[in-house]
């Protein structure tokens, strides 16, 4: 099956710019999607991006996909403590009407 | 975006029990999805709840164990059956937007079988 491959751990200092990295295999990948989970909360879209786009970004966050290279990637500029969470790529190749299949997360950690 | 509750947010059960977990839209949705989150895990789709006809399992996901209903555009339910404490999970539902391609997820129904 289709498979999205994330780092678990991602240690930046307050202030920084963290960029959380994603690797995907479909190859019919339609979107791309940047989810954030907090302790024992739900799923937060924080941004997705279409396939024929390279770049998106809305205020700290800019998404890059390199669709060559099958490669995603989250900049969070300023990071800040209320950055730290699991933050999880996914994609679909079905639009909206398929499912999503899901990295394993990366847990983004916040140094003073 | 779409507004998405579930109910419960959590519940302890006996294994051999079932559980029924629901999920509410505020507007109409095309599609909805179930999904488990195993302990420390990340998510996986269970299957796509069709509106007017039988859901659309993954592979390792079976009727039997996991029935779902989808009776109109708002609402869905996944029962979880003959439960065991390998079906300890956060179970999530989730929604596709309007705008083509987002998909918002409910808070999620946390269930602990003992």
């Known amino acids: 099956g289709e498979d999205v491959e994330q780092s678990l751990f991602l240690s930046v200092r307050e202030g920084d710019s963290s960029v959380i990295n994603c690797t995907y295999t479909d190859s019919s990948s339609t979107y791309l999607y940047w989810y954030k989970q907090e302790p024992g909360a739900g799923l937060q879209l924080l941004t997705y991006?279409?396939?024929?786009?390279d770049m998106k970004q809305d205020q700290r966050l800019t998404v890059l996909l390199n669709k060559k290279d099958k490669h995603l990637s989250l900049r969070i500029a300023d990071t800040q403590t209320g950055d730290s969470a699991i933050y999880f790529c996914?994609?679909?190749?079905?639009?909206?009407?398929?499912?999503?299949?899901f990295g394993k997360g990366t847990h983004l950690i916040i140094q003073p | 975006s779409a507004v998405i509750s579930q109910k419960p947010s959590r519940d302890i059960c006996q294994r051999g029990t079932s559980l029924t977990i629901q999920c509410q839209v505020d507007?109409?949705?095309?599609?909805m999805f179930w999904y488990r989150q195993q302990p420390g895990q990340s998510l996986t789709l269970i299957a796509t709840?069709?509106?007017?006809?039988?859901?659309?399992?993954e592979s390792g996901f079976v009727i039997d164990k996991f029935p779902i209903s989808r009776p109109n555009l708002t609402f869905s339910t996944l029962t979880v059956s003959n439960m065991s404490p390998e079906d300890s999970s956060i179970y999530l539902c989730?929604?596709?937007?309007?705008?083509?391609?987002?998909?918002?997820f409910g808070p999620g129904t946390r269930l602990t079988v003992t």
């Open positions: 507007s109409q949705v095309t599609m």
């Open positions: 709840a069709n509106q007017g006809s039988e859901a659309t399992y």
């Open positions: 991006i279409f396939s024929n786009m």
């Open positions: 996914a994609e679909t190749s079905g639009g909206g009407a398929d499912g999503l299949t």
């Open positions: 989730s929604v596709s937007g309007t705008g083509g391609g987002e998909q918002y």
